[in-house]
């Protein structure tokens, strides 16, 4: 990903921070031979055994995903497979209106993390079986109500024989937070107000990252 230096994270907390939020990411790796790239949007977390420190690049971060395992993508990947998963933060189009000023272009301020890494296909039902439980408790922890799923056990079982776990190995990531920080700061402070004043959850978290740069 092309990243220009005044776009890039202040602090690698800011990658977690927008992968956590987002964990819905779009992985994409080699298909077969003649059909080029292939593409699944899938949830990813990390895995909640990692107690380290992530690395300003997060290499060595280890991630947990999965798919079904009807989908192609499934078989065209092999332990060892390099893949790019896109995490997507917020984002939100800027109309020259709310600049102020003359002459002036319209842009789209947005933020997303690029994740490379190496997979580790996940083969065993009681391994995959632990990536799904694990993949629940982080989202219901973040996003749900603490839904307890001890009584849906036996049921994730049955499915468990369809779904394509697997790990992920950092190698590197980058981030992108394009937030208006090229222009001046009362034009950045409209944007931030236009934002603010849409009523719309997307807008809102744009214009909250933009007031953690300022």
């Known amino acids: 990903m092309f990243v220009p230096n005044h776009y890039r994270e202040p602090d690698v907390s800011w990658m977690v921070d927008l992968m956590r939020g987002n964990p819905l990411a779009l992985m994409a790796s080699n298909g077969t031979l003649g059909d080029g790239p292939i593409a699944t949007h899938l949830p990813v977390i990390t895995d909640p055994r990692w107690e380290g420190l992530p ?7 280890p991630l947990l995903g999965h798919m079904n395992r009807a989908n192609p993508h499934w078989a065209a990947l092999d332990t060892g497979s390099m893949i790019l998963l896109t995490f997507t933060g917020p984002h939100a189009y800027v109309s020259p209106t709310v600049y102020g000023i003359t002459p002036a272009a319209p842009t789209w301020n947005f933020t997303a993390v690029h994740v ?3 997979v580790e296909k996940v083969e065993s039902t009681e391994e995959t079986l632990g990536v799904v439980q ?3 408790r982080a ?14 056990i036996d049921y994730f079982r049955k499915i468990v024989p369809g ?6 190995r950092v190698t590197k990531a980058e981030g992108m937070f394009k ?5 001046r700061p009362e034009v950045r402070e409209r944007v931030v ?4 004043g849409r009523g719309c959850t997307r807008h809102a978290q744009t214009a909250d990252l933009m007031d953690r740069l300022s």
Do not use: I, N
């Open 55 to 61: 690395a300003a690049d997060l290499s060595g971060m």
């Open 116 to 118: 490379h890494g190496e």
């Open 134 to 136: 694990a993949t629940v």
């Open 139 to 152: 989202f219901e922890k973040e996003f749900g109500d603490s839904w307890d799923m001890s009584e849906s």
């Open 163 to 168: 779904v394509g776990a697997f790990r992920v």
């Open 179 to 183: 937030l208006s920080q090229e222009q």
């Open 193 to 196: 107000q236009s934002f603010a």
